[in-house]
């Protein structure tokens, strides 16, 4: 089904919007152009008059259509409010120019034309299309004093003329001032949005090393518990330390500290899938949320981990420094508790400890039999 206003493109629906009103304004102008001609103050013809209505359309289609490819998108304004403005100007010109008795109703659409320029234009802008129609309307005056003086009021003109003069000047600093603020708006909700991310942000990473905190971490093990007590796909567990840490502290300040676990875990958030996780369980201790419901899978992801942390080099530090990390490894079974499951990868992260560090325990769940392998 063919859409009236793009749906993919929120920017470019909401200049397609401003058209449609401007459409509309058009229909306006248009119903009020034949009611003229019925009652006798309009002096074009009826076949030039549907001539004129006809032209519109055409006009309207061409810029729908601009608008509907994006060819719009190439212009410094996308919206093309200045075009916009000013062939909306000439036509109110041309119903000035054959309108008698009532053309001072041209001066009320040169403001329906200018409140379109609140969205986009600056006070150049405005001042240019003022000038534009002050311009054109003084033409309008000097044509039918040519042509028609006999259905002109000079003096009165002039008063218009004036009128509109001031109008538009005042017109075009208010508008131009609302755009400015419409503009500041704008900033300001991006900037608090921005804001907003950013604290959302803070509240669900670890502030040193730009992972998930241990909170956001108990969030994620909830949902994948949800789903795997749904049937869905278990999950694996890991725990890891870095063996010996407090000796890089140390020996070579709590700066190098905190830059060796920076650079650990986001080597190993490169190097896990997107539907991993890794979290910041508390000091030099990180958690692994493995979405391999295969415990062999996960271990072999679990020894590239160890293996990879061995090979790091770390700036700053000398190049013999290595650091090597202990890991604990369970996997969940459907409906057991959340702690379970953390217990279990705790106890088998203190087995490789205990069995000499930079090793990997470990321990299957319950329902199996019970036993802790380690693996160099």
């Known amino acids: 089904m063919i859409s009236v206003i793009p749906c993919n493109d929120q920017n470019q629906a909401l200049r397609v919007r401003r058209f449609l009103m401007a459409l509309a304004s058009y229909v306006m102008w248009m119903f009020l152009t034949t009611y003229c001609y019925y009652k006798g103050w309009f002096r074009m013809s009826l076949g030039d008059t549907l001539t004129m209505f006809a032209v519109i359309i055409v006009m309207h289609l061409c810029l729908y259509l601009v608008f509907m490819t994006g060819l719009n998108k ?26 008698d008795e009532v053309r001072g109703i041209a001066l009320l659409l040169y403001l329906v034309v200018f409140i ?156 896990v899938r997107e539907q991993d996780y890794i979290a910041r ?25 160890k293996a990879l942390a061995s090979s790091l080099n770390f700036p700053g530090l000398p190049d013999d420094f290595r650091i090597t990390i202990s890991m604990g490894v369970t996997r969940y079974l459907p409906v057991e508790s959340i702690d379970a499951i953390i217990s279990r990868a705790d106890a088998a992260l203190y087995q490789a400890k205990s069995s000499g560090k930079n090793k990997i325990a470990v321990e299957e769940p319950p329902h199996r039999k019970a036993c802790i392998r380690r693996i160099s």
Not at 80 to 98: D, E, G, K, R, S
Not at 219 to 238: V, W
């Open 281 to 305: 369980y508390g000091g030099e201790e990180f958690v692994i949320i493995l979405a391999y419901p295969d415990m062999g899978e996960a271990v072999a992801c679990a020894e590239r981990i």
């Open 74 to 99: 190439r212009f410094k304004d996308p919206s093309l409010t200045m075009l916009q403005m000013i062939l909306a100007t000439f036509w109110t010109m041309v119903l000035a120019y054959y309108t």
């Open 116 to 271: 379109f320029g609140v969205f986009r234009l600056h006070l150049r802008q405005f001042f240019i299309l003022a000038v534009y129609a002050l311009t054109g309307y003084g033409y309008v005056i000097i044509l039918l004093l040519a042509n028609h003086p006999e259905k002109i009021n000079l003096q009165a003109e002039i008063l218009y003329w004036v009128v509109l003069a001031a109008v538009l000047s005042w017109f075009s600093g208010i508008g131009s001032y609302i755009n400015h603020i419409r503009k500041k708006l704008a900033k300001a909700n991006i900037e608090l949005s921005q804001a907003n991310e950013r604290i959302r942000q803070s509240a669900i990473h670890d502030e040193l090393t730009g992972v998930f905190n241990r909170r956001q971490m108990m969030k994620i093990l909830q949902r994948e518990k949800s789903l795997a007590d749904r049937g869905e796909p278990s999950f694996s567990l890991c725990i890891f330390d870095l063996d010996d840490f407090k000796r890089v502290n140390d020996t070579y300040g709590h700066l190098a500290g905190d830059m060796v676990l920076r650079t650990l875990v986001q080597a190993i958030k490169n190097n």
